[in-house]
């Protein structure tokens, strides 16, 4: 092998603390080096060109450069090798700026720091070998978990991008909260007139297959080629024939079940549709609340459906898609409030939700828009909010702020003067998070133009008094304890991460955070973007996001499938790792270990099982290579030798004396 | 109102606080809870949360000579409901410990009762009430606040007019003299 | 069935809570519970202790978990939740190695043997059980509404106590159910009551108690049951101070849970020491027919 | 002295021996050279993918080949890029550390922690104890005839080590 070694200056950053050349000198008695140099700064476009004409004049077939972090200047490097016809993974980098020059002032130590991590480097290129990328097909179908604003912004645009779309949503419409909600900050507009128009462009979209009533039961496969399996749950209706006439509502004797949609604040029939714009708009049985499947004995919906499309009999039903790419969009819960047992939550009937509250200011909500109390259907004349309920509150295991529940109570406060113009309303908050466009003008309006009664400090106790509730909490800008009567306490519930976030996590082999939000890429340089290719995050499953940015991470994860779909065939990294069949045993304790579920199981001609890495779906991890007892799996790049001979050239010269 | 001098805190003062009560007085971020919940803030000069602000910024004095660390009956409603899991209760506790050392006693009839009770216990091994309420007339000058309560409890018996002397007496007063002798090394050193 | 442990009545025990004393020890009898009061137990401090000193405290306390070590018992269980919270937390200290000696060194001998303790509240519902309770139930309660208080330190904080929801405690509310009385949703029920205040700072019991008092009456509350001689003995023999302060005029007896668990179990009016009370509860009791 | 390279006439530098997963700790060392963090010299870093990929044979290996300690870094737990290397990596080394005394190093020459790739302070931290903490145990004894330690046996543990996540007591663990 023929070796070049290239020492950077890196101006004076590497060069004040290293002797440069001495290195280069040194490194010049390093087995298979024949050409070594320093140089200012190799990165810059005559380092670059200085590095291909030795390659040409020297015949080199690998190249060490002694600079800045690879993770700075790898991919910089490596081009520049292709450029001089050698294939990009024959080169090796030893970091002598971040892990040398910076850190260590004593230059006589630190030049032999940086030699010996050259003579590392020169140890592992020894035994690297040139790779190759495969190349492979994409499906340009995209897979939408969760049809909220994010999940329903960012189908939309791929479907308007001409691709195909299978979205899955969990209940029986789509919308998620935003349906649910009345009007939104910060500009006060109806929730369902602006997302009711998409919700309707997605149930029309030629390119989009809607789900309900469905969950993502099996993810398998790679990036551009996953194989996903989806649960239909039964519904007792068969939604090719059904109408959304609602006739079967208007009969069904059995009206006692809890209404989801209405977060439980109403009851409605066994078989429902859950409000008048939902999407698919189509009737389904809630069989437990139904006399006919408990009991055996009703059927009246079947009489009188028009369409005859009740059926008793249907079962969940597993329907497999294959598409290129998945967008997760599962959004948020709300937080269990009954664990504050001093705020009587759920126990005092007129202490709610501000979900609750949203559906009783919604004019398409139970009470018609009218705000009452739950317990007397008396109108409210004094309404506490109280904020951070379930957010930032370690003592619950809720550290953490929701983001815009100081603003939906803002609003709310706003809205409830609207609806009462001679309520009072009061906010107990410990700070005000409002930094959006507009925002903090909002909740200033909602003090300054509305009269809201803004109190600094947290609740400490609610409790019945008569008819009304007593709420005890402190201002602490007065710098004591404040005590108001309230006619209806809003609990501002903070949001937690989407039940059973973390088990569909798994599934797409993503990862998620303490909280079960789904975890990003990179916190703020790939924000939609996962660990594992071709699986997208969009709006608030990775946090607590309010409609604006949720929408934006639609629209952003949608570009990103876009992205991945403009090109016909995908490249693979090739540090991945294969199998040494000849060594290996076939007991696949490799692919119960991965992670990633890239290796199967196979058979060779000769009968036996051996294991096989699905290149394209092999992150790299390397956690296979350690586990195999024979040493069978190797990580490419990084396999036991080259990591062995990097040991070895640093211990060695020790034992050599 | 005064101006807190901020330039030169009593980090001394917070970390005694923090040691001795064994809490992350800096966990505390000033959401009022405790003084939420305090059924005793009515009577405070100073609201729990405010005592808690305070330790923060090193204010020994502010802190040691508010009547509220005596007037705190530990009733463990901050300690139960700091979202951050503070022992504030515990810290009310220390701070009035470190009132009596430094000599401060805001509260004197406060003081005086407790005080009364602890003699009554070293002298007897158990509380002795009618002597309790003879010594805290003694200390504060104070006749019985409570004299419209004898017409109720005196014929239901229910203050007995003997002390109830234990055998074991002596070791109770010596655990109360060796506390003595061993505050008295401390304060030495 | 019967159990056996260590008994620690209490300073106030042998004075203003006379008849809690007796009906605890009447009770327990009735329920196959043998209380061996630990033999010369001395005061546990009280608030005045732990408010001088921790170490103190500790001391106090533990000479009684020592000395009921000493006399064979393992568990000591108390009425007074004052003293359980003195007793626990010297318990807790001592568990503790570091803090141990200290300890140690005030009360001139080793704690490493020393009693664990618990409420009798807490002995009876986890030791005998509602359902045992039930059955034991000859003269039940009925037409009675009763609101429980439990005081601020039976189940605070949780984590030395872990006994009971800290804020919806509902120990006292099952044995009053088990005695077929109706339980008032009494949300108070953990509120402090003024506690030790009463002879220094009266303002501060009439105006706590105060509030007690109002919310039991606003719910048509009969009787108010406690677990507690210091709330006993404010929300009772301090009712009329309580009145004379806020301009009320409040008669809502106010009584030990084992009084009226003893009732209902059988027992006399003097076997639980009714007459001790101030504000008489006969009249009730005798209209829901328990007397 | 150190035969090798001539280039230092003064003291010697301890052997240690760092594996960094590329995603957190090699991160977080860069970020430390970044904010110009000081840190002792002694240590060679070696980069790896992932904690999960750091094999235990590579460490026993180091160690019996003179390194006079090894540290490994992987990401926070939860926080691995491949969602769960560091765990492997945690069992692997815990296996690993009740097994090196049986080789006769000590234990304490080895350490393994997490550092994200923001915590270049942690990071200094990390190799400022660890330095220190050889330094005070010292240069490893040389294994007699450089190579005094049997590959085999050598092999035996590593394989007994990386299958820790099939050994029993691991499964009652997770
Ligand atoms: C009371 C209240 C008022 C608010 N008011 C405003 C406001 O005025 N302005 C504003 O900007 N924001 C407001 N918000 C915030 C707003 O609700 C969110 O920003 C928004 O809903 C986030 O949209 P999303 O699509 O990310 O999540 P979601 O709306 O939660 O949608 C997620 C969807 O995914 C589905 N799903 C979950 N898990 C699965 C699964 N495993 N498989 C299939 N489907 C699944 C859910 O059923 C749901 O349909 C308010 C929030 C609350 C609680
Ligand atoms: C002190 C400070 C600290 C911060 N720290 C953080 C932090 O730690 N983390 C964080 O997330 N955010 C931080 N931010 C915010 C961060 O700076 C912004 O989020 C980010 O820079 C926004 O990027 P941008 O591309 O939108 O805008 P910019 O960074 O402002 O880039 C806009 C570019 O457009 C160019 N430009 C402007 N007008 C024209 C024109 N007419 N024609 C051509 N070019 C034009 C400008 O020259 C500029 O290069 C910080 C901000 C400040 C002020
Ligand atoms: S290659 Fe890295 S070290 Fe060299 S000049 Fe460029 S940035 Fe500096
Ligand atoms: S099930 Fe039948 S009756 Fe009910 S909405 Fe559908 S079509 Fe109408
Ligand atoms: S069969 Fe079930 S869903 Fe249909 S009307 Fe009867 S109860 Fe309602
Ligand atoms: S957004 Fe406001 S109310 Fe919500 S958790 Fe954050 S600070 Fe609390
Ligand atoms: S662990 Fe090794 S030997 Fe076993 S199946 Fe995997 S590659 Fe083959
Ligand atoms: S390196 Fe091995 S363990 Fe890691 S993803 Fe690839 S096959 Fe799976
Ligand atoms: S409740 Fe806790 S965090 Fe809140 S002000 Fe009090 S001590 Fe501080
Ligand atoms: S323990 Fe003291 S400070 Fe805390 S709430 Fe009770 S009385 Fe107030």
């Known amino acids: ?657 | 109102m005064e101006t807190i001098p901020l330039n030169s805190p009593d980090r001394e003062f917070i970390r005694e606080v923090q040691e001795r009560s064994g809490q992350n007085v800096l966990a505390c971020y000033q959401c009022g809870n405790c003084t939420a919940g305090c059924p005793y803030n009515f009577a405070y000069d100073l609201s729990v949360s405010r005592v808690m602000r305070l330790v923060q910024l090193g204010q020994r004095e502010a802190v040691l000579k508010s009547h509220s660390i005596w007037l705190c009956a530990t009733c463990q409603s901050c300690t139960t409901r700091c979202p951050n899991s503070i022992d504030v209760a515990k810290i009310m506790d220390v701070l009035r410990h470190m009132a009596r050392e430094a000599g401060y006693a805001t509260e004197r009839n406060v003081k005086a009762f407790g005080d009364a009770f602890l003699e009554s216990v070293e002298k007897h091994g158990r509380v002795y009430e009618l002597g309790v309420t003879a010594t805290y007339i003694r200390k504060t000058g104070r006749f019985w606040t409570d004299v419209d309560l004898a017409p109720a409890m005196l014929p239901k018996n229910k203050l007995s007019i003997k002390p109830h002397e234990i055998r074991g007496k002596e070791h109770v007063s010596e655990i109360f003299k060796r506390f003595r002798e061993r505050d008295a090394v401390k304060e030495n050193s | 069935m019967s159990i056996s442990v260590g008994y620690y009545p209490g300073c106030s025990g042998s004075g203003t809570s006379v008849e809690y004393d007796k009906s605890t020890r009447a009770v327990c009898k009735k329920l196959g519970i043998e209380l061996h009061e630990i033999d010369d137990w001395s005061c546990c401090g009280s608030t005045p202790a732990h408010t001088v000193n921790h170490t103190l405290s500790a001391a106090l306390s533990a000479r009684n978990l020592v000395l009921a070590a000493k006399q064979g018992q393992e568990e000591v269980v108390t009425p007074c939740p004052s003293c359980l919270a003195n007793l626990r937390t010297a318990s807790h200290k001592i568990e503790d190695e570091e803090y141990r000696p200290k300890v140690e060194a005030l009360l001139d001998e080793s704690c490493e043997e020393a009693a664990s303790v618990a409420s009798t509240l807490q002995l009876i519902i986890e030791r005998v059980g509602i359902d045992a309770i039930k059955k034991a139930v000859v003269k039940p309660l009925k037409d009675l509404n009763v609101a429980c208080y439990y005081g601020c330190i039976m189940n605070r904080p949780p984590e030395l106590m872990k006994f009971d929801d800290p804020e919806n405690p509902m120990a006292m509310d099952k044995i009053m159910e088990a005695c077929g009385a109706t339980v008032l949703p009494f949300p108070l029920k953990v509120e402090c009551c003024g506690a030790a205040a009463g002879m220094p700072k009266k303002n501060i019991v009439t105006e706590l108690s105060g509030r007690l008092l109002e919310v039991a009456d606003s719910l048509n509350t009969e009787i108010i049951v406690t677990a507690c001689p210091l709330c006993q003995m404010n929300l009772d023999l301090r009712q009329g101070q309580v009145n004379r302060a806020n301009g009320k005029s409040y008669d809502i007896p106010v009584v030990y849970f084992t009084q009226l668990l003893g009732l209902a179990l059988g027992l006399s009016a003097e076997e639980v020491g009714l007459s001790k009370l101030v504000v008489d509860p006969t009249p009730r009791l005798r209209f829901a027919d328990v007397l | 002295m150190s035969g090798s390279t001539g280039l230092l006439t003064e003291g010697q530098d301890l052997r240690i021996v760092g594996f960094l997963c590329n995603w957190c700790s090699y991160g977080g060392a860069d970020t430390a050279g970044v904010a110009r963090f000081e840190q002792p010299t002694d240590l060679r870093v070696i980069r790896v993918p992932c904690s999960g990929r750091i094999d235990p044979l590579f460490i026993a290996r180091a160690l019996l080949s003179g390194a006079d300690g090894v540290l490994v870094s992987g990401c926070h737990p939860r926080d691995c890029h491949y969602a769960e290397g560091n765990f492997y990596a945690r069992r692997r080394f815990e296996m690993l550390k009740q097994f090196l005394s049986v080789t006769g190093i000590d234990p304490e020459r080895f350490h393994y922690t997490w550092v994200s790739a923001s915590e270049g302070q942690r990071w200094q931290d990390v190799v400022t104890s660890f330095t220190e903490r050889i330094r005070k145990l010292g240069p490893a004894t040389k294994m007699a005839g450089g190579t005094g330690y049997d590959e085999e046996c050598l092999k035996e543990i590593a394989a007994a080590v990386s299958l820790g996540d099939q050994c029993p007591c691991h499964k009652e663990k997770a």
Not at chain 1, 77 to 96: K, Q, V
Not at chain 1, 493 to 500: Q, W
Not at chain 1, 518 to 529: C, D, G, I, R
């Open chain 1, 1 to 657: 092998m023929r070796i070049g070694v290239f020492i950077c200056h890196c101006g004076s950053n590497i060069a004040a603390t290293v002797d440069c050349p001495a290195v280069a000198e040194q490194a010049k008695g390093l087995q298979d080096v024949v050409f070594t140099t320093d140089t200012m700064y190799t990165c810059s476009e005559p380092g670059q060109n200085e590095i291909i004409e030795a390659i040409k004049e020297h015949k080199l077939d690998g190249v060490v450069v002694a600079s800045c972090s690879p993770r700075m200047h790898e991919a910089t490097f490596r081009r520049a090798l292709e450029r001089a016809g050698l294939n990009r993974y024959m080169l090796e980098m030893a970091n002598i700026r971040e892990h040398v020059s910076w850190i260590g002032k004593n230059k006589e130590r630190n030049t032999v720091k940086a030699f010996e991590l050259v003579s590392i480097a020169v140890a592992k290129l020894r035994n690297n070998n040139p790779l190759y990328a495969n190349k492979f097909d994409v499906t340009k179908r995209v897979l939408v978990i969760g049809g909220g604003v994010a999940g329903i912004q960012a189908a939309l645009d791929c479907a308007d991008a001409g691709y195909q779309v299978v979205m899955v949503e969990r209940e029986q419409s789509i919308g998620g909260k935003m349906a649910k909600i009345d009007k939104t900050f910060p500009t006060v507009d109806c929730s369902s007139c602006i997302l009711g128009p998409k919700m309707v462009d997605v149930s029309q979209h030629e390119n989009i297959t809607l789900y309900a009533l469905s969950e993502v039961e099996k993810i398998e496969g790679y990036v551009g080629n996953f194989d996903v399996q989806v649960r239909k749950k039964a519904t007792y209706v068969n939604w090719d024939e059904c109408t959304g006439c609602g006739a079967c509502m208007e009969k069904c004797p059995s009206k006692k079940n809890i209404d989801k949609f209405n977060e439980g604040i109403s009851k409605c029939t066994s078989i429902n549709i859950p409000f008048p714009q939902a999407i698919p708009k189509k009737a389904a049985i809630n069989p437990e609340g139904c006399l006919m499947l408990q009991k055996g004995k009703c059927g009246v919906c079947a009489k009188v459906c028009p369409t005859k499309c009740i059926d008793f009999e249907q079962k969940d039903e597993i329907i497999t898609e294959k598409v290129g790419a998945v967008i997760a969009a599962t959004g948020y819960d709300m937080f269990d409030h009954s664990v504050y047992k001093q705020y009587g939550a759920g126990q005092y009937p007129d202490v709610i939700t501000s979900l609750q509250y949203e559906r009783l200011m919604n004019a398409s909500g139970p009470t018609g828009g009218h705000i009452i109390r739950p317990s007397d259907g008396k109108e409210p004349k004094k309404v506490v909010f109280v904020q951070c309920v379930g957010s930032r509150d370690p003592s619950v295991g809720r550290p953490y702020c929701s983001g815009f529940c100081c603003m939906y109570t803002a609003k709310q406060a706003i809205l409830t003067k609207d609806h009462i113009p001679d309520s009072d309303s009061y906010v107990f908050y410990m700070d005000i998070r409002s930094p959006g466009k507009g925002y903090d003008e909002f909740t200033r309006r909602a003090q300054e133009q509305y009269g809201v009664q803004y109190l600094r400090g947290r609740v400490s106790m609610i409790y019945p008094k008569g008819d009304r509730y007593v709420v005890r909490g402190s201002d602490t800008l007065a710098g004591t304890q404040v005590e108001v009567e309230a006619d209806l306490v809003v609990l501002a519930v903070g949001a937690e991460s989407a039940k059973n976030a973390p088990a569909l996590a798994e599934k797409m082999r993503i990862s998620y955070d303490n909280y079960g939000f789904f975890m990003e890429a990179h916190p703020k340089l790939k924000p939609v973007e996962t660990n594992t290719a071709g699986v997208y995050l969009a709006g608030s499953c990775v946090g607590p996001r309010d409609i604006p940015t949720s929408v934006g991470q639609g629209s952003a994860a949608a570009a990103k499938v876009m992205t991945l779909f403009s090109k016909d065939k995908l490249e693979s990294d090739p540090q991945v790792s294969s199998v040494n069949t000849s060594r290996c045993i076939g007991c696949m304790k490799c692919a119960t270990t991965c992670p990633f579920g890239a290796i199967k199981e196979v058979t060779d001609r000769a009968g036996n099982v051996k294991a096989e890495v699905i290149e394209t779906v092999c992150q790299g991890c390397g956690i296979c290579t350690v586990t195999c007892p024979q040493g069978a799996i190797q990580l490419q790049h990084f396999t036991d030798n080259q990591i062995l001979a990097e040991v070895n050239a640093l211990c060695q010269a020790q034992l050599d004396f």
